[in-house]
């Protein structure tokens, strides 16, 4: 069985940036909200809920990445590594952009409250992710060996061990054009996704009539974002972000960023 996942895991770290949004875009659009009736406003509930965990997602990455930033596109599509990482947020999960990325997603599952997110769409979010990390152990047990057992021994896969967090933080320097200059477009995508399922969840229960205010206020936000994104890309395109040149010593152990 880990055989398997780790084959479908090395076909998924090649397809996962174009894979993984469309899955979720699609269930989005072939699915309706839960009807849900009673004293209690779960729909706004749950939004608020999404919203806070797509948050934490991103909040983490931000993390991780301005902490110790390392190289998220393997080599060739395939996983690749040359040098073990263990600095920062790693020093204290394996998997910190995964487990990003999943909160993230769920949010995203909960802000739409569907079936169709629930049964399909976390199911697969978890054993794509779990498959993934699967190749990448196979890949790094076999060329690190002991150091990479040791280091499992020592950090969960997906937990979070607090223990020396406050002295990992104090003796770092965090790097914000780093992030800025890494994760202005995930930022974007995310929110502007965020957006489109309040306005579309709207438009799917009550009709246009009633989604045109909602869809108002997100044109109304994410408009300055579309600006804030044009900003921090010719930024990163002139160079005034700072280049990855710096971030080498770092950025030699894949993690993708899907």
Not at 80 to 98: M, S
Request: charged share 20%.
């Amino acid at each position: 069985m880990r055989r398997a996942l780790a084959a479908l895991g090395r076909f998924l770290f090649k397809t996962r940036n174009g894979l993984f949004p469309a899955v979720f875009f699609v269930l989005a659009l072939t699915s309706r909200p839960i009807a849900r009736t009673g004293p209690v406003p779960w729909d706004r509930v749950l939004d608020v809920l999404g919203v806070l965990l797509a948050a934490a997602g991103q909040a983490l990455r931000v993390a991780v990445i301005g902490l110790a930033y390392i190289r998220r596109g393997g080599l060739n599509k395939q996983v690749y590594a040359d040098r073990l990482v263990q600095e920062g947020i790693f020093a204290h999960c394996r998997n910190p952009l995964y487990v990003g990325n999943f909160l993230a997603l769920t949010g995203f599952c909960l802000i739409h409250d569907s079936w169709a997110c629930y049964l399909v769409g976390i199911p697969i979010f978890v054993l794509a992710y779990v498959s993934i990390v699967l190749a990448e152990e196979d890949f790094l047990r076999t060329k690190f060996g002991a150091e990479f057992e040791e280091y499992c021994r020592r950090v969960p896969r997906f937990g979070f061990r607090f223990q020396g967090l406050s002295e990992t933080i104090a003796g770092s320097r965090f790097d914000w054009r780093r992030v800025v200059r890494k994760e202005y477009g995930s930022t974007f995508s995310g929110l502007t996704f965020v957006l489109f399922l309040f306005v579309w969840d709207r438009y799917l229960v009550d009709g246009w009539a009633a989604a045109r205010p909602t869809f108002l206020v997100a044109l109304s936000i994410w408009i300055p974002c579309v600006v804030c994104y044009l900003v921090a890309r010719r930024l990163k395109k002139t160079s005034r972000l700072g280049t990855s040149t710096a971030e080498t010593p770092l950025e030699e152990r894949y993690r993708p960023s899907a």
